[in-house]
């Protein structure tokens, strides 16, 4: 062990305990500045992780970034992280409104992923949850204008399931519809296919991160079905 | 060249002329475009012979192949990858672990080509020498690379590893992570000479772990012929070693820092230095002599 370097053979205790002690340091404070750097970029509000991403932090234990889901994806929808991306260094992710994922059947970017960062146990791309689509601008959507659009709706891959389109009174005239796309998140996978085709200049609707635009009902609240008990509140009178 | 007397290696390349004193060199190139091909090939051309990066890949759609740092950054993250990645590393793994391990740095990583051109400018408008830094941070580089994701539960490196990062930039056109790379090649020309690959970089450091027990090194067979020239020792990326060899007990560079990269076969116009196995007998006595005298 000692041979390949002679002027060690003289070292001692001390020396060695206090050159020890000078590296330790100084790995210490790159460290320190690796955790800061790592921890400063996070995932954006934007940016959707491919199908079957595990959640963020266990997603950035696993992925070792070799873009092999990327390469694997036929549209060109994946990308990996440059720097200054709304995704960590190095990560895959995806822009809904540049190039949203068309949600193959055989899915195989997640068969492409090494680490298991992409589950492999998702076998039915409708479940995947890569986001959840959010009519963010009801002032600028131009289904709540009263007009029939209905883009978003339309462009949806699982149509009346994802997005459903509901009708009410407009009470701008009171004697016409509205046309209201209305989002079901449970079924919603985040595609981004309403995003991208959107007429706005800007979308109306947006796909958001699950986290971001889930909520979660309280760990007291007992009530499984809250709709059905709500409506037997209303017809029965309140029975706790 | 207008100065052919002032041409580095001058000597090595007078005797054994102008291709035996650069071959493991232009072998070396050769095969480090060859890699970064076959990965390019794939965005580039469609042809995918070789998927993904040097973080983790799949050769003819078939074979998986992973870096054993980033793989055990994983592992140590607490998440237990896919098969794949496992037997990924471990092929790598067995692979470096036979050919000597920092055979990673010199014949494949692309890193080096950029750090090489570094040493390169410094010896072609002789700059002065920085003062020796311990090699052995790296060591420590590595721990601590072992250490964050057990702290902090994601791979903190592969934020900032400038391997990956140099391929990605070049296959995924990720053009800003050459910041990292040019700022390694500054640091290596300006800062410290070989800063980067032979003081720093933790992936090199694992390699060379891994390939301590490799039997491929390179030995001072014919010291005696050596003039003292130095010429090995103004191109060799961890010239540390050169001295034991050429002066000390062992002819043989066992240090698991060496890079295996032959450039100091190519240089010496007396042919001191060859690629031997460690196990080859002449070798074994010379250690057990050396064993016996301290």
Known sequence: ?240 | MSHPSSRFAAAAIARLGFWKAHRFLLLRRASQLTVLTLFAMGPWAGIWLLQGNLSASLLLDTVPLADPLTTLQVLLTGHLPQFQLLLGAILIGLFYGLLGGRVFCSWVCPVNMVTDFAAWLRRRFNLPRTPELPGKFRYFMLALVLLLPMLTGFTVWEWLNPVPILYRALLFGNVTGISIIVAIFLADLLLAERLWCSHVCPTGALYGLLGKLSPVKIAAVKREACNNCMDCFSVCPERQLLKPALKGQQRLISDADCTLCGRCIDVCAAEVFQYKNRFNKEFQRFAHKAENEQ
Request: with cysteine; charged share 20%; net charge neutral.
């Open chain 1, 1 to 240: 062990m000692t041979t390949q370097s002679p002027p060690l053979k003289g070292l001692n205790r001390r020396q060695f305990l206090a050159t020890s002690a000078r590296y330790a340091c100084a790995a210490g404070l790159v460290g320190s500045g690796l955790v800061a750097i790592a921890r400063a970029q996070q995932l954006g509000p934007q940016a959707l992780r491919p199908p079957a991403a595990l959640a963020e932090a266990e997603f950035l234990s696993a992925c070792v970034r070799c873009g092999l889901c990327v390469e694997a994806c036929p549209y060109d929808t994946l990308q990996l992280a440059r720097w200054f991306a709304p995704a960590p260094m190095g990560t895959p992710w995806f822009s809904a409104r540049d190039i949203p994922c068309e949600m193959c059947d055989d899915i195989p970017c997640v068969k492409a992923c090494p680490s298991g960062a992409l589950d492999p146990s998702l076998h039915d791309i409708s479940e995947a949850k890569m986001g959840v689509a959010v009519l963010i601008d009801e002032k600028a959507c131009l289904n709540f204008k009263g007009l029939r659009c209905d883009v978003c709706y339309r462009v949806c891959p699982l149509l009346d399931q994802a997005i459903s389109i509901e009708m009410s009174r407009n009470h701008h005239s009171d004697h016409h519809a509205l046309f209201i796309p209305v989002v079901n998140s449970d079924k919603c996978t985040g595609c981004g296919k309403c995003e991208h085709a959107c007429v706005l200049d800007v979308p109306a609707i947006k796909v958001l991160p699950p986290a971001l635009a889930q909520g979660k009902a309280a760990a007291h609240d007992t009530y499984q079905d809250t709709g059905s008990v709500t409506l037997e509140m209303l017809n029965g009178g309140f029975k706790p």
